[in-house]
């Protein structure tokens, strides 16, 4: 799995990270690929992580998609997790979700970092199978790379977006505004055709708009993501569960989709191995499982 950083700068999306911790290096023609260091490898970069670099295409901090991190392994201040919060605390530090967090400039080497939470009542109902895995939060945090010396500081925790609302557990992207500034963040609802859209401006961050594209149906599952195409025409979602992929049509100026169209994909029969689960994916069940993966 690739998770990329985003950014208006053309050297700011130059290093990738991948799996745990493995660097792809696009300063260097042909990029080259190697380990940041043994202390990636500690399980915090597996799905739900993004990056950010400077002008010069230097990492400067990666999201796991709970915690904000520094020189590998170094929370950055003011960015711990919330005892009193059961999914921030039960986590293990780590986004298990695909798209769980995307990093964006802000100005002045400032950058949001929007994410998605669960409260306590969605977390607890979900690990007891009383209730339906889904995230139920979507905020920002804002980062000063200036402060400490260049370490960053989060200097605002948590502009809460989005509450009390079903959205996608594995979905969540950016695209730039057709203004070539701003940018539209786009997180997706949960079980149906349905988008929340964001203009986030050096200033402030605008939205919720919501639409909902009356259908098909997207079933939650952590194996899925969503995608813009590379001149933002288009947005591109699917699930592991899901009979569709979905298509839709994306204004760079308006932030608005309109449907275009759903695939029926080919049965996909490979087999494959969950290493975090330990066993045939084909043999999942849906349910409380998905978020002990945390405990």
């Known amino acids: 799995m690739i998770m990329i950083c985003f950014s208006c700068f053309a050297q700011q999306n130059n290093q990738w990270i991948t799996g745990d911790g ?8 042909p990029a080259i690929s190697y380990l940041r260091c043994d202390s990636f490898d500690n399980g915090w970069y597996p799905f739900g992580h993004s990056l950010i670099c400077d002008s010069n295409g230097k990492i400067l901090f990666a999201h796991t998609g709970v915690l904000p991190i520094r020189n590998c392994e170094n929370i950055i201040e003011n960015g711990q997790i919330e005892p009193n919060n059961h999914f921030e605390s039960e986590s293990g530090s780590a986004g298990w979700f695909i798209q769980q967090s995307i990093t964006l400039p802000k100005r002045n080497n400032q950058y949001y970092v929007f994410r998605v939470g669960v409260s306590n009542t969605v977390y607890d109902a979900a690990n007891n ?15 000063d790379m200036n402060e400490n010396n260049g370490d960053g500081k989060v200097i605002e925790r948590k502009h ?25 963040v786009v997180k997706p609802g949960d079980l ?9 401006t050096p200033d402030a961050v605008q939205g919720p708009y919501y639409q909902d594209l009356q259908g098909p149906e997207f079933h939650w599952d952590y194996w899925g993501q969503c995608n813009f195409s590379l001149d933002g025409q288009f947005f591109v979602m699917g699930t592991y569960l899901s009979d569709y992929v979905q298509i839709n049509k ?35 069940n849906p349910g409380r499982d998905r978020f002990r993966l945390f405990a």
């Not at 199978?129 to 980062?143: A, E, N, R, S, W």
């Not at 149906?192 to 986030?200: G, H, I, P, R």
């Not at 449907?259 to 029926?264: A, H, I, M, Q």
């Open 160 to 184: 809460m977006l989005i509450e009390n609302e079903r959205l996608s557990i594995n979905m969540l992207h950016a695209i730039k505004h057709a203004n070539g500034r701003d940018w539209w």
């Open 250 to 284: 994306f204004d760079r100026c308006t932030g608005q989709m309109t449907k275009f169209r759903s695939l029926v994909p080919p049965e996909d029969t490979n087999w494959y191995y969950d290493p975090f689960l330990k066993i045939d994916t084909f043999e999942m």
């Open 129 to 143: 199978g009383t209730g339906d895995v889904y995230f139920d939060k979507f905020f920002y945090d804002i980062i």
């Open 192 to 200: 149906k055709n349905s988008f929340y859209t964001f203009l986030v």
């Open 22 to 29: 493995n660097i792809i290096d696009f300063n260097i023609s």
